[in-house]
């Protein structure tokens, strides 16, 4: 570059006039070219916003170590020095993304027929609804499985997890997985302990309305799902949905700390236990929250799932201990989602005990979502730990039903299993308040 | 009244300088008298602030038909027409407060012993706790059941509202029910379908930390609540806990549509699909939300509960057909808590045909416990409603659960079951958006 960088090229970014045309080559070596964009308040310090001659718009960190040259008002085309029309770019020259589609909601359409909702099947239909897609890089569809998500079992995750694996393989900077929104959290939890060493994101997305609605947040919701895949600093599996109800805030959560909160709103989608970690505005990532990096690679699959040998069941007033019982009849593990810091009625320790005895794991999580379990307040807590009951800390009941399926197909020695479940693996657990300091 | 009322006597009311004493009559006949004090913005619109001869400051709203009159600046008594001191007045003068115990972290100690919590047993010992009690009125304690509250049963729901109508008749103005926070969200929705005909409120409180420890709620959300069941013009179940972290803003939650979010906050209890009915804040009621107003009584316990007949089943990926038929066999009815617009996966179908051919009432909710359910918009829904699922609007999968065994307690006739389900009882269930507008 022609302009050696000043001791602190922000200090001279930050003062460029807006509309001066500008090339910027990041520490990690990134060039961007495009027009300076008005400074905005809330990408913070150090962040100068881009617009890109695509007509997309990103945000730098001016780091030291940027180097940057400015340019003529006007694009030119390099070989012949002519101006260049302004516009989209001609597709696929940033890092590419692969999207994994599964059915649901933003790969589905009206039926008119039925007046309901089917799923779109082929990538050309996809690439119609979505015409934006590759405007800043390759996106390769790969189709997984095909239905709505209430209708996704255990064996589609780790088909999934394979299919991500594969992807990252063939060349994918990161991937995104478009999943109908009803149990997209179940899916992102189970991602999210399967995958081990990723080297990029692994972005779930949905969308609570179909896409040829009006109102549909399809669109947006994919374009910012690939943009994040195909370039943010990160090597763990998150869901992105919208942060609020403005068209242009995503939020950015951990697969394992992600709850659907709401049937219809777009914002329904929201982190347990922990912030998200980033959102993404308006062609802006923001990451302030504990992300996990990429990893050299290469990912693979640890494990698989054993899906019929584990359960969730939720406490409430009037369930019979026998009623309880014949639930979990069969399992290696079960679940429970108690009350307040982790209880159900004393009722149900008999027949805990006699399942714990056969070498039933029981893990013991909270059916108010938020906060820990903790045994040692109430007298029913140390009965169900002097029982063998499992207190999970902060895993929300569904990610320790999922942990659960996972830890079982990794050891049939229920002291391993419950080893497993009761140990952090990707920001899924944190157990900093236990008071016996068992991790 | 001496002055008839202006057209909006809000108009009239808003304009009165501060320290004025009014006697005030509302148009449901209540009749306040104190000084005016300072508008507050965060009371709203049309609310006045009245500080009582007593201290007590309430809030009250100028309706037109409100009618006044305006008062010499002291207090005097009437029979003599002398003045009266301010200052609070001596105890046991207002309206009787009954405060049915039954166990929980509000009448809890730690026990030295063992480190945990016991209950308090005795009225004297809740009275030893909380001193100020009966500073404004007469405080009877009633004990009713003594067990935390992961131990209370449907039958004790049963036995708690019987002894609430028995606090009525016995000449309480309002009943307090001092509840354990685990379960206290099941036990105010039976309350709620319980209790008709109330001539005043009954207010549920609990406390997140026992009475003995510095950090504890109890002292705070028992005044709080003994003080808005003497006064609040209320004839339904409310739950009043805190609305925030501080210590001086209660929110008083509809007991049908509340429940417990958080394991240890004591902001724990939200209001899910309805904004809270209202909020106490240091001595001033503001009652904005849409509450039901005192009956002329006398109240009754209408009906009772099947325990037995009634089961709540939360789908999640992996439930097996056979897992799920097996934990509702021999059951009237069963509520799903469903994911999104009320999903399960299509596996189910035919053993939920079956048992709704037997006569099984299978209602379905969201356990996303915000939003509504749908099904009119996939096929999935659309399966369901054909297979005779009942879809329950806004209804929480916990509040369902409990309508349910208060239906079949009404009733062995399924679609009698099925009809006082899908019916608002007691500002359960908004069905505004019912395509089939089947109310």
New interface residues.
């Given amino acids: 570059m022609g302009t050696d960088p000043s001791p602190d090229p922000w200090e001279v970014a930050r003062r460029w006039p807006v509309e001066q045309r500008v090339e910027i080559q990041s520490p990690d070596g990134s060039v961007w070219t495009g027009r300076v964009m008005p400074l905005h308040h809330l990408t913070g310090d150090r962040v100068l916003l881009l617009k890109l001659d695509s007509g997309y718009n990103v945000g730098l960190r001016i780091d030291p170590g940027t180097r940057f040259r400015l340019l003529p008002a006007e694009p030119r085309d390099e070989r012949t020095g002519e101006p260049v029309a302004r516009g989209p770019t001609p597709p696929p020259s940033g890092p590419a993304v692969a999207l994994l589609t599964t059915g649901g909601t933003i790969a589905s359409r009206v039926d008119y027929a039925?007046?309901?909702?089917?799923p779109v099947r082929t990538a050309a239909e996809i690439m119609a609804f979505y015409p934006k897609l590759e405007q800043d890089g390759p996106v390769r569809i790969v189709p997984v499985v095909d239905r709505?998500?209430?209708?996704?079992?255990?064996d589609d995750?780790v088909r999934i997890a394979h299919e991500v694996v594969r992807a990252f393989g063939d060349g994918a900077r990161g991937v995104v997985v478009a999943h109908g929104?009803?149990?997209l959290g179940?899916?992102a939890a189970a991602l999210g302990f399967l995958l081990v060493d990723l080297p990029g994101p692994v972005v779930l997305v949905g969308a609570q309305r179909s896409p040829d609605r009006p109102s549909s947040d399809g669109p947006e919701n994919l374009a910012a799902a690939v943009s994040v895949a195909r370039r943010a600093p990160l090597g763990e599996v998150v869901v992105l949905m919208h942060a609020d109800l403005s068209a242009h805030r995503f939020a950015l959560h951990r697969g394992t700390r992600v709850r659907?909160?709401?049937?219809?709103?777009r914002d329904?989608f929201q982190s347990r236990n922990l912030p998200p970690l980033g959102y993404w505005t308006e062609g802006t990532l923001d990451l302030s929250g504990p992300v996990r990096p990429p990893r050299p690679g290469p990912p693979r699959v640890d494990g698989t799932l054993d899906?019929?040998a584990?359960?969730?069941l939720?406490?409430?007033?009037?369930?019979?201990a026998e009623?309880a019982a014949?639930?979990c009849?069969g399992l290696r593990g079960v679940i429970f989602?108690?009350?307040?810091?982790?209880?159900?009625?004393?009722?149900h320790l008999p027949w805990i005990r006699t399942a714990i005895a056969q070498g039933v794991v029981v893990g013991m999580t909270?059916q108010?979502?938020?906060?820990?379990?903790?045994p040692?307040?109430?007298?029913?807590g140390?009965d169900l730990v002097g029982a063998g009951v499992l207190f999970l800390e902060d895993l929300l009941p569904?990610t320790a039903?999922v942990k659960l399926?996972w830890a079982l197909g990794q050891s049939r020695d229920p002291d391993e299993v419950r080893r497993l479940l009761a140990t952090d693996r990707c920001g899924d657990l944190d157990g900093r308040r236990r008071p016996e300091g068992a991790r």
């Fill in positions: 039925t007046g309901g909702v089917r709505l998500s209430e209708n996704i079992t255990p995750w929104t009803d149990t179940y899916t659907k909160m709401h049937s219809t709103r329904a899906a019929g584990g359960g969730l939720w406490f409430y007033p009037g369930l019979s009623r014949a639930a009849a989602a108690g009350t307040g810091l982790g209880h159900v009625a004393e009722i909270t108010c979502l938020e906060g820990r379990v903790d040692y307040v109430y007298a029913t140390r569904e039903y399926l």
